[in-house]
């Protein structure tokens, strides 16, 4: 085993799959296309164009690249938007010289990935006052608010989908079509269900990211970006290595926005956002198994695993909480914190979800798990209970 001779503890991850602690378990599959990748050398405009053809299918979408994480995802697609396919901004990022540069972001939604607009250039405009957050009312940002702040320096709309995300993503998209703007959409951890491969897309967004390495399945640092041809078009060219001939200069049919430019541009913004071969081979491959998984054989998989945890812990403080992702809470009481140490520092090592500590509620996740690995934690429950 690699982590043995590497002298890294593992540990049973039913925290989710979260990047702190590696994300996910990848199926054979997907790791065997990774290996059959690794065996040869292809043109990287090609392994691009073979991924944009899975994506279209998987998405309703024009066009699409596998990135290197959602995160990046977000920052390509930025580029795109500030870029298009003019070679001379694309050289100029993250500096943009006609100040044409914000994007609008509804207070609520501002979250620690947004840096990735920042990064590329764009400058966050925030809008809304998230009342229904604070107590003492109901309201969140109206979409006027948005038409409200759209100026001669504004780029693009940017857009948190979450089930709690306000104002409905079709209203803003129809202000954002009014005003020639483009919408981007992080809709990272928002699979399963498989239907918003396709949803925020329909719903009018633009450019839409999704992580490779969470509820897809693939490797953990992949991640899909879809939407309109020449946005897409824009932010692989600002990814690709172009240490290329221009005379033998020919992207396919796929790209075909980018046989128009009126020239090339250097290395771009991301650049530093580079994705593999083997990363793009295993993405394709868990996006079509996500595809083709009968949803209802999905939850069944996932159920089996927190079964595994029940029939070992017993008791009456678990309980299942239903969801697209559904879960196992354990009430422990005020002890919580000093519970989730406990699992951490047990044998086998358990990390468990935090997100509802402060009710006293630890959380297992099955993605990441395997389902002898929910019979551990079952015991491991047990034990520390008693
Ligand atoms: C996980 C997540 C990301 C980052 O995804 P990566 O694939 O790890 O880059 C970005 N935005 C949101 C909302 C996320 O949940």
């Given at each position: 085993m690699i982590y043995e001779t590497l002298g890294v503890p593992t540990v049973i991850n039913a925290a989710g799959t979260v990047t702190r602690l590696s994300g996910g378990l990848m199926h054979p599959d997907v790791a065997e296309a990774m290996r059959q990748a690794s065996l040869a050398c292809v043109d990287m405009l090609q392994m691009q164009a073979a991924a944009c053809r899975a994506i279209r299918a998987a998405t309703g979408a024009e066009s699409g690249i596998v990135t290197s994480g959602a995160s990046a995802a977000v920052l390509l697609g930025t580029a795109a938007c500030l870029a298009g396919l003019d070679p001379g901004?694309?050289?100029?990022?993250?500096?943009?010289?006609?100040?044409?540069?914000?994007?609008?972001?509804?207070?609520?939604?501002?979250?620690?990935y947004d840096r990735a607009l920042v990064v590329a250039g764009a400058r966050l405009i925030e809008i809304g006052i998230p009342d229904r957050y604070s107590g003492p009312g109901i309201r969140d940002a109206g979409a006027w608010e948005i038409?409200?702040?759209?100026?001669?320096?504004t780029a693009g709309i940017y857009y948190l989908a979450q089930t709690q995300s306000k104002p409905e993503l079709r209203d803003i998209a129809a202000i954002a079509r009014r005003h020639g703007l483009p919408v981007l959409v992080d809709a990272a951890a928002q699979l399963p269900p498989a239907s918003?491969?396709?949803a925020y897309l329909e719903e009018g967004a633009d450019l839409v990211c999704f992580s490779g390495g969470k509820a897809l399945g693939g490797p953990q640092s992949s991640g899909i970006l879809a939407?309109?041809?020449?946005?897409?078009?824009?932010?692989?060219l600002q990814m690709l290595d172009l240490d290329v001939d221009v005379a033998a200069w020919s992207p396919p049919r796929e790209f075909a926005a980018l046989s128009q430019l009126r020239g090339l541009p250097h290395h771009g913004i991301g650049r530093s956002c580079k994705v593999g071969k083997e990363e793009i081979a295993g993405?394709?491959?868990?996006?079509?198994r996500f595809v083709a998984e009968d949803p209802a054989a999905r939850l069944a998989r996932l159920r089996a695993r927190l079964d595994r945890i029940l029939?070992?812990?017993?008791?009456?403080d678990l309980a299942i909480v239903d969801s697209n992702i559904p879960s196992l809470a354990w009430t422990v009481g005020p002890a919580a914190p000093a519970?989730?140490?406990?699992?951490l520092a047990y044998s086998p090592a358990i990390a468990c979800g935090l997100s509802?500590?402060?009710?006293?509620?630890?959380?297992?996740n099955p993605m990441a798990i395997t389902e002898e690995q929910g019979h551990q934690i079952g015991l491991a429950i047990a034990a520390l209970r008693a």
């Open positions: 901004r694309m050289n100029r990022l993250p500096e943009v010289p006609d100040g044409r540069r914000n994007f609008i972001v509804v207070r609520s939604q501002r979250n620690m038409e409200d702040a759209i100026g001669p320096d918003n491969l396709r939407g309109r041809a020449d946005l897409v078009a824009s932010a692989l993405l394709i491959t868990a996006l079509n029939n070992a812990a017993g008791g009456t519970m989730a140490a406990r699992l509802r500590m402060d009710e006293g509620v630890l959380l297992f």
